[in-house]
């Protein structure tokens, strides 16, 4: 290629929302965590997700188009970048393809963040549960290190269950990073280190704690080994994220207990998100 031919060769198209991605991190065969970076405009509520993913060519037109699937944002409202949690399915048509990004290739996402999974849609309450499967924990990376959740509750704990003890890696790194940051210490308020409880279980894989959370639940495992008393609505309030059987469950348990589910438009105890999955 000459000079001239280079200068006059056409620019690579921008894709419509465009981001960068500044960095990669994979757990497990199944799981991998991405950061990109931040649209300048965009905004949003600790606990809400938007739409992400990569141009695909359609078979019928071949045209480049958008392939697109709800992601929840794992990075608190104040970073500067936003970072994702995501499964990889081998066939999945989303997943098959972003598990290979790496520093500096470009996702598209769409700055329009919306989700259940907020402060807004919880009356004022004592104690508030994240109860996570999977990469349902994602919503809740966010919230942890909100300084609106050490502000707004005595007692924050959350649960995560995974069928393997690789599984849980995401998480407990979290819990450590929020324990051991002084920057992000100093940004969520002193005193969150007694108000923060970390209670993850697996199912298939021996570890400290098996078990589903709905069973550990019902069993009476988790306020015993947390020294807590159970869950009452008066005091509670929960946020739900994880497979699609697991959330039905548990909102039944809720309900049951006498917590109301809640929305943005009206907030009550509880809420539900599902889980992406490809
Ligand atoms: P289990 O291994 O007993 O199915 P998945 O990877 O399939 O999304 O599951 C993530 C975790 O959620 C697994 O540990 C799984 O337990 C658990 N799980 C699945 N269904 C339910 C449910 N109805 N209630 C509680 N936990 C569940």
């Known amino acids: ?9 056409p ?7 465009a981001q960068t991605v500044t960095s990669v991190k994979h757990y497990t065969d199944r799981l991998f965590a991405f950061r990109v970076t931040r649209p300048a405009s965009l905004r949003f509520r600790s606990g809400e997700f938007v739409m992400l993913g990569l141009m695909q ?23 500067e970048e936003l970072e994702f949690y995501s499964i990889k399915v081998q066939d999945g048509p989303l997943t098959s393809r972003l598990q290979h990004i790496e520093p500096g290739d470009q996702i598209i996402l769409r700055p329009k963040p ?8 919880l009356l004022p309450g004592k104690r508030l549960w994240f109860f996570a499967t999977g990469t349902g ?6 919230l942890l290190r909100d300084p609106q959740t050490y502000e707004d509750y005595e007692e924050i704990i959350l649960t995560h269950t995974c069928r393997e003890v690789g599984e849980l890696d995401y998480g407990r790194e979290l819990i450590e990073n929020i ?10 308020g002193e005193g969150f280190h007694e108000k923060l409880k970390y209670y993850p279980t697996t199912t298939r894989e021996e570890s400290a ?3 589903r959370i709905t069973d550990l639940l019902r069993a009476g495992d988790v306020y015993g080994d947390l020294g807590i008393e ?10 739900i994220c994880g497979n699609l059987a697991f959330n039905l469950e548990l909102k039944a348990m809720l309900e049951e207990m006498g917590l109301e589910e809640g929305a943005n438009s009206d907030p009550k105890q509880y809420v539900v998100e599902k889980a992406f999955l490809d």
């Open 1 to 9: 290629v000459t000079q001239t031919q280079a200068q006059k060769a």
């Open 179 to 188: 324990r051991s940051d002084e920057m992000l210490a100093e940004l969520i």
């Open 230 to 239: 159970p869950i009452r609505p008066e005091t509670d309030r929960a946020m």
């Open 137 to 142: 924990i994602a919503p809740f990376a966010s």
């Open 209 to 211: 704690k098996m078990g």
């Open 11 to 17: 620019k690579a198209p921008t894709l419509p929302d």
């Open 114 to 121: 919306v989700g259940t999974l907020v402060h807004d849609a």
């Open 57 to 79: 060519t359609d078979e019928k037109t071949g045209k480049e188009k958008p392939l697109l699937r709800a992601y929840s944002i794992a990075s608190p409202s104040w970073d």
